[in-house]
C-alpha cells in the first residue's frame, strides 16, 4: 500500500458542512480518505505531512454534464487541471464512451473519474443532426425498441439513463419504466414536458433553458411534438419566452414544488451563455480562450471557412455578432434562468452544477469555474460549492463514492490557494489536485498544453 498521506492546519470544506473547518487535518490511506479532523492528528510512521496553512482543501469537483467525446484528450486534462476530478458524460455513442472509459481506467488517458449516460435517447426523428449527432445520439423509433436499445447500455455499466429532445411524452415515460430505477434517468427533453417527466418519474433535468421552459414560459412559446432545435428561430423562441418567464404563475409553482418533493437533480449547464454575458470583447480578452481545445477549434474552422467567416479574427468565439439589444436579451434571460435556480434551491430542490463541456467557449473545466460563479450569484457560494461537489454526487448516485471529503470516500480533491467562500474565482487557483489520494499538479497539466493559436494572435 501506498504510504498515507497526511494534510495538516488547511482551511476544509468538506462538501457536507454549512460552515468550513479552520486549520483542519485529513488522513489519506490508499485511494480514500481515513480520518477527518477539526484539530490535528498525530502523523502516522511513515506518513507523508503536507503543511496547508493558509490554503483551502475542497472535494475534488464533480461535472455532471459534459461529452467527453467532443473534447479529446486536451478536455479531459483541463478537468484535472481545474480541480474536476469527476465527470458524467451525457451523450455519446457506447462503443465511443466504452472505450474512453477503459483507456481512463488503464492510465492510458489522463483524467477525472468517468460515469456515463451511453447515447442520447431521441425520438424516431433525431433532433441534433449532424456530425455531433453522429456521435452522440441514438433514435428509439417505437416503444418495442426500448429492450433492444436501452438493454445493451445498462449491461454495458451505464450509470445513467439520458432522454433526449424529440422523446413524446409516452415514450419518455416507457424508458424510464423499463430502467426500473436500476440507474437514475436524466433527461434534456422538449416534446415531453417537465412537469410529466416529473410525475413519470425521471431523476433529473438537464439544462435550466430548455427543459423546464415549456411549464415556466407562457403558452405561445412552448414547444410541441416536431419542435426543431435547429436554426435561429428556436433561440430565438427560448429568449422571449424565458423573457416572459413567471415563476409565480401556476404551472412554474407546481413544477418547482414537484421538482424538489421529488429530489429531481437540475443540472444548471448556464455557462452556455456566457459569451453574453462576457460580452464579444470580454470572450476575446478572456484568458480562458487560450485553451478551446484542438478538436472543437479544428470543427469550428471548418465551419468558419465554409462560410467565409476566416478573415474574423474570434472566429474561434462566434461567426457572426448579434445586435446589441439580442445580446442584452440572452443576458437578461440568463439571470432569469439564475432566478429559477434560486426558487428552486429555496424550495428545497436540488441544484447541480453540470456546464455541457462541448462547446468552444468557455473550454472544459474552465466551464465549470463559470457555472460556480452564476451558481454563486444565484445560491451563494456554500450552496454552489456543494452543487458541483455532495449534491452533484447524490444525483449521480455516487455518494459513497465521491463529492465530499470524509472517511471512506475517495481521496479526490482540490487544494485552493485563498478562500473560495470570500470570492468563489478563487476556486481558480488550484495548486494541487488529487484524485484517489495521488497528486497532480494543475500548472504543470495546463504548461504541456497546446494555445488556441487564434488567442495567441490576439
Ligand atoms: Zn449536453
Known amino acids: 500500500m501506498a504510504a498515507e498521506i497526511l494534510l495538516t492546519n488547511v482551511r476544509l470544506i468538506d462538501g457536507l458542512h454549512d460552515a468550513p473547518l479552520e486549520r483542519a487535518s485529513i488522513l489519506i490511506r490508499g485511494d480514500r480518505f481515513a480520518a477527518v479532523e477539526a484539530g490535528p492528528i498525530p502523523a502516522p510512521a511513515g506518513a507523508r505531512v503536507i503543511d496547508l496553512a493558509g490554503k483551502t482543501a475542497a472535494p475534488g469537483l464533480i461535472d455532471t454534464h459534459v461529452h467527453t467525446v467532443a473534447i479529446g484528450d486536451e478536455g479531459l486534462k483541463l478537468f484535472m487541471a481545474n480541480g474536476i476530478t469527476s465527470v458524467r458524460d451525457c451523450g455519446a455513442r457506447l462503443e465511443l464512451i466504452v472505450e474512453v472509459k477503459r483507456a481512463l481506467l488503464s492510465g492510458e488517458?489522463?483524467?477525472p473519474r468517468l460515469y456515463f449516460c451511453g447515447p442520447l435517447l431521441d425520438g424516431a426523428v433525431s433532433s441534433l443532426p449532424g456530425p455531433s449527432g453522429a456521435i452522440m445520439t441514438q433514435n428509439v423509433p417505437a416503444r418495442e425498441s426500448i429492450p433492444a436499445i436501452v438493454g445493451p447500455i445498462l449491461d454495458a455499466g451505464a450509470d445513467c439513463l439520458k432522454l433526449y429532445f424529440?422523446?413524446?411524452?409516452?415514450?419518455?415515460?416507457?424508458?424510464i419504466r423499463y430502467a426500473g430505477g436500476r440507474v437514475p434517468?436524466?433527461?434534456?427533453?422538449?416534446?415531453?414536458?417537465?412537469s410529466e417527466a416529473v410525475k413519470a418519474g425521471i431523476n433529473g433535468l438537464e439544462h435550466i433553458s430548455p427543459s423546464v421552459f415549456n411549464d415556466v414560459c407562457p403558452a405561445q412559446f412552448r414547444f410541441g411534438a416536431g419542435t426543431s432545435m435547429a436554426g435561429r428561430q428556436f433561440v430565438e423562441r427560448l429568449r422571449a419566452g424565458w423573457l416572459a418567464a413567471d415563476f409565480s404563475a401556476p404551472e412554474a409553482r407546481s413544477l418547482i414544488d414537484a421538482m424538489a418533493r421529488r429530489e429531481v437533480a437540475m443540472g444548471t449547464t448556464m455557462n452556455i451563455n456566457w459569451l453574453f454575458r462576457a460580452g464579444y470583447d470580454g470572450a476575446a480578452r478572456d484568458p480562458d480562450r487560450r485553451y478551446i481545445v484542438p478538436k472543437i477549434l479544428a470543427d469550428r474552422k471548418k465551419v468558419a471557412a465554409a462560410q467565409d467567416k476566416l478573415s474574423n479574427p474570434d472566429w474561434d468565439l462566434y461567426f457572426s455578432r448579434l445586435a446589441p439589444e439580442v445580446i442584452e436579451g440572452e443576458r437578461r434571460a440568463l439571470e432569469k434562468q439564475q432566478e429559477f435556480c434560486r426558487r428552486l434551491y429555496e424550495a428545497g430542490g436540488l441544484v447541480v452544477g453540470g456546464t455541457d463541456a462541448a462547446i468552444n467557449y468557455p473550454p472544459p473545466g474552465f466551464s465549470l469555474m463559470r457555472e460556480l460563479e452564476l451558481l454563486a450569484e444565484a445560491i451563494g457560494a456554500m450552496n454552489a460549492l456543494r452543487a458541483v461537489t455532495s449534491k452533484a454526487a447524490i444525483a449521480l448516485r455516487k455518494q459513497?463514492?465521491?463529492?465530499?471529503?470524509?472517511p471512506g470516500r475517495f481521496a479526490d480533491l482540490a487544494v485552493i490557494d485563498g478562500d473560495?467562500?470570500?470570492d468563489i474565482k478563487a476556486m481558480r487557483q488550484v495548486s494541487a489536485v488529487f484524485k484517489g489520494g495521488v497528486a497532480y499538479d494543475p500548472k504543470a497539466i495546463l504548461a504541456e498544453l497546446p494555445v488556441n493559436p487564434n488567442y495567441a494572435e490576439a
Request: net charge negative.
Open 109 to 111: 488517458k489522463l483524467g
Open 166 to 175: 424529440g422523446l413524446t411524452a409516452d415514450m419518455g415515460e416507457a424508458i
Open 185 to 194: 434517468v436524466t433527461g434534456h427533453i422538449g416534446f415531453m414536458r417537465a
Open 400 to 406: 459513497d463514492d465521491i463529492g465530499a471529503i470524509t
Open 420 to 422: 473560495p467562500l470570500r
